[in-house]
């Protein structure tokens, strides 16, 4: 069984950069036609243009604040229109605002839910009708926190994922009869994001952050998107995954195994 995804056109949720813009890049590279969406445009467009120009697969880019709802249905119309169909969805968007558990607002408790939550549930629905006839793939992004109790100050996070996950096994069997199968990937990976907190560290403040990644993680490190992730979400892409639904995928260094 093959693990091309040469042909297929995917859109990816949150690809201007980190796990959507590397997979965008890749599968790209595969030989995919990928719509990306972001808030980020210049970054976007650039790597829209980048990706597109090394070929042989193409990406286009799209203005998207997911939690604009009413933004999400148009969109998905429009990458539907421009590829020709959808035969997959990698859903990255969202984020965390750190809080006391005590002390979260409703404000960030909106946020967290909507981002995380909503937008996932209604991009799905607007991607369902453009699968219904042709069967398709959904992957959708969640995160450890939502099954176990760590990290701490991110507990209405945590919860938002950890509905994504319970969304995804429910429409995984509501769909399972069109040929949809749905999946979560929980990733941990090095990111923009945390070489940014890094970097805003002093020497042992750093040491003490990579000493409690080595205790935490079995593997010792955060993964790499383009060497250990974006592979793990062609391949469940692929045909190569075609009875895989409705599973938990950890890649995370066994930070989080799963029973």
């Known amino acids: 069984m093959s693990y091309s995804i040469e042909g297929k ?22 030989g995919a036609n990928v719509a990306t969406f972001d808030m980020r ?13 090394a070929g042989p697969g193409r990406v286009i880019y799209r203005h998207l604040d997911v939690v604009d709802f009413d933004q999400i249905k148009p969109c998905i119309d429009w990458a539907a229109e421009e590829l020709g169909g959808i035969d997959a969805l990698l859903d990255v968007a969202g984020g965390s605002l750190p809080s006391k558990a005590e002390e979260t607002s ?5 946020w ?8 996932t549930g209604l991009v799905c629905q ?40 319970s969304y995804s096994r429910s429409v995984a069997a509501e769909w ?28 042992a403040e750093q040491a003490k952050f990579q000493q409690q990644i080595h205790e935490s993680i079995p593997l010792g490190r955060m993964g790499d998107i383009e060497t250990e ?8 892409i692929s045909d190569a995954a075609k009875y895989i639904t409705s599973q938990i995928i950890a890649v995370d260094g066994g930070l989080c195994p799963l029973r």
Not at 17 to 24: K, Q, T
Request: one cysteine or more; proline letters at 5%.
């Open 126 to 165: 607007a991607v369902f009708p453009h699968m219904k006839e042709r069967g398709g793939t959904m992957t959708l992004i969640a995160a450890g926190g939502a099954l176990k109790d760590r990290p701490i100050l991110l507990a209405s996070y945590s919860a938002s994922k950890g509905a994504v996950i």
């Open 176 to 203: 399972a009869p069109y040929n949809i199968r749905v999946n979560c990937v929980n990733p941990v990976m090095s990111s923009p994001g945390e070489l940014k907190t890094l970097a805003a560290m002093g020497e």
């Open 229 to 236: 992730l974006s592979p793990v979400l062609q391949f469940l």
């Open 112 to 119: 967290h839910l909507g981002a995380n939550m909503k937008a």
């Open 41 to 53: 445009d210049d970054e976007g467009m650039a790597l829209a243009e980048e990706a597109t120009k």
């Open 106 to 110: 409703e404000a960030d408790w909106d």
């Open 9 to 30: 056109n995917i859109v990816i949720i949150g690809g201007a950069r980190g796990i959507g813009g590397i997979s965008a890049k890749r599968f790209a590279a595969q």
